[in-house]
């Protein structure tokens, strides 16, 4: 059931004063309810119709906004401005800057300095495109850091705009709870603002963090916070986390003349993503030079003898190993950044890790206080929180949510790419489903050999019988970019013949895609027993159906 009342009057300094009770109380009053209709009506939820009697009180008592969002970051900034462009009267607090962890700490800084390791790989490869260079080049990390910092800049001027052209208000300051839907906000100089607001977004991201392990806190031992202020390359780093901050990271300064030593606990680097693609990523680092020991944890931190170095004793199934280096970079995961928040005088609840509990509407435990991004998972994407503000600003507009958060990419950014999206076999067989895989390796694309870019397949996972696309996983050139076509099919249901007849321009990357279809459509036996025109040669057929240890039936 749904209530709604007129608009409450905005007051000469932008608050909102309730409405005339009794005005209030015409505006609720029911016609009388007609028998034939009886059966016709919706069973009515307590619950529901509590919260939005709740909210409806809010409306009407005097407030400063109708959504505070705590975070400017791509979720804080992306639900502000949609509820902002959708008529609410909207206010962000923001106690660093705008952008948060992904504009300033994290996405953007670290593909802006791996943009500029991209361009020093083409010119070590510049005699293979029949390019002869002279006079020599060499990486200049203080000057990729100032470029890095100037489009930092430029976006996060961006955001300002945009905030300020939806007519959001930037508060600046550090908040904090101190009732329900009441917030204490101080900023770095004046005094402490109090303000009441009828929705409540906590948007405040997460921090890197650092097991409770010896040396842990020694000097040189940084996170990816930290490491941005490195302004020489070192020597020896070891990158202790193989996800996707460890081997952005480790690819990173391994490129720019680091020894680079990237350590995962898991049996294989990149463990949330599909054994191919770990596999596939193992070896082109390993192949590019890099250290990398798979099946290891980190024990402890220890300064060498001398002082000058880090100690670093790692533990697996075959003992205890100890590398040299001169700084340690953490990736092991992040935490819900929460704690200066005051959650416990809203009733606002945590989960066991911290993080902020919430239900599927994002709603936290307190109605009308909501949380996204970081805050509720500690890991997260950047556009997966964009998408839940999106989502919690619709429906506090009054909207049906048109956002789709069950296909969410994930990307890295390394060389090759890697992105992924929907279920991988595995994890299709193991919800029940039949399911099978039609690969394409990038060798044989005509894009990828005119570009020098060899490595690298597209895999697509496909239901048997309904020939539903379930999922893809792309390690290759745009990688990033392509998984977004999969997203679109995805989210409409395609199936694999859909897939295949959507003629792509020729020659690109992209026709990797619908050849993988093929090769789908193919092992699936729904083109009379042909390979359906695809151009891979025989002998690259015969890798289609073993994987690197030679096992059989990996994409059958």
Not at 176 to 195: D, L, M
Not at 323 to 343: F, Q, S, T, Y
Request: charged share 25%.
């Amino acid at each position: 059931m749904q209530l709604t009342l007129d608009p409450a009057e905005p007051d000469a300094e932008g608050g909102v004063h309730a409405r005339d009770e009794s005005h209030a109380a015409e505006s609720l009053t029911a016609l009388p309810p007609d028998p034939s209709l009886a059966e016709a009506e919706p069973e009515i939820d307590a619950g529901e119709l509590i919260e939005a009697a709740e909210e409806l009180l809010r409306e009407n008592a005097p407030h400063d906004f109708d959504v505070l969002v705590i975070g400017g970051g791509p979720g804080g900034s992306v639900c502000a401005i949609r509820a902002a462009l959708l008529g609410l009267r909207v206010g962000l607090v923001e106690e660093r800057e705008l952008g948060g962890v992904c504009l300033n700490r994290g996405c953007i800084p670290t593909k802006t300095l791996l943009e500029s390791v991209e361009v020093l790989r083409l010119l070590r490869r510049a005699r293979e495109y029949g390019i002869t260079t002279s006079g020599g080049f060499a990486p200049d990390l203080h000057a990729m850091h100032a470029r890095k910092d100037e489009v930092i800049a430029r976006l996060r001027e961006n955001v300002r705009r945009q905030l300020e052209k939806s007519g959001a208000q930037v508060l600046e300051g550090r908040a904090s709870f101190v009732g329900e839907h009441v917030v204490e906000v101080k900023a770095p100089e004046g005094p402490v603002r109090r303000i009441t607001a009828v929705h409540v977004v906590i948007a405040t991201g997460s921090l890197p963090l650092r097991p409770p392990l010896p040396g842990i806190d020694l000097p040189g031992v940084l996170t990816s916070d930290e490491i941005f202020h490195e302004k020489e390359v070192p020597q020896v780093l070891v990158t202790i986390g193989g996800g996707a901050v460890g081997v952005e990271f480790a690819y990173l300064f391994h490129e720019l003349g680091s020894r680079s030593i990237l350590v995962e606990g898991d049996r294989q680097i990149l463990p949330s993503e599909d054994d191919n693609i770990g596999r596939e990523m193992d070896r082109l680092l390993r192949g590019y030079g890099l250290d990398v020991r798979a099946g290891r944890k980190l024990k402890s931190i220890e300064s060498s003898a001398q002082g000058t170095r880090l100690r670093v004793t790692l533990e697996s199934d075959n003992g205890e190993e100890v590398v040299e280096a001169d700084r340690v970079l953490l990736a092991l995961g992040r935490r819900a950044n929460v704690e200066h928040l005051e959650l416990a005088a809203a009733g606002v609840a945590r989960d066991e890790k911290g993080a902020v509990q919430v239900d599927a509407e994002r709603q936290t435990s307190v109605a009308g206080v909501y949380g996204i991004g970081d805050c509720i998972r500690s890991v997260g994407w950047a556009h997966q929180a964009a998408g839940e503000g999106t989502m919690v600003a619709e429906m506090l507009a009054g909207r049906v949510p048109s956002i789709d958060l069950k296909h969410l990419p994930s990307c890295y950014y390394t060389h090759p790419e890697i992105a992924s999206v929907g279920l991988t076999l595995q994890q299709a067989r193991g919800e029940g489903k039949a399911a099978r895989v039609g690969r394409f390796d990038f060798r044989s694309n005509g894009r990828a050999a005119s570009a020098g870019e060899h490595e690298g397949f597209v895999q697509l996972v496909v239901e048997d019988g309904s020939e539903k696309l379930l999922g893809c996983q792309i390690i290759g050139p745009r990688a990033t970019e392509l998984i977004n076509e999969v997203v679109v099919a995805l989210k409409n249901g395609s199936t694999v013949e859909q897939f295949v007849g959507a003629v792509h321009a020729h020659p690109t990357f992209a026709e990797a895609l619908p050849e993988a279809a093929l090769q789908a459509l193919a092992s699936g036996g729904n083109l009379g027993g042909q390979r359906g025109g695809s151009i891979i040669e025989e002998a690259e057929k015969d890798d289609l159906a073993t994987d690197d240890e030679g096992r059989e039936g990996d994409y059958q």
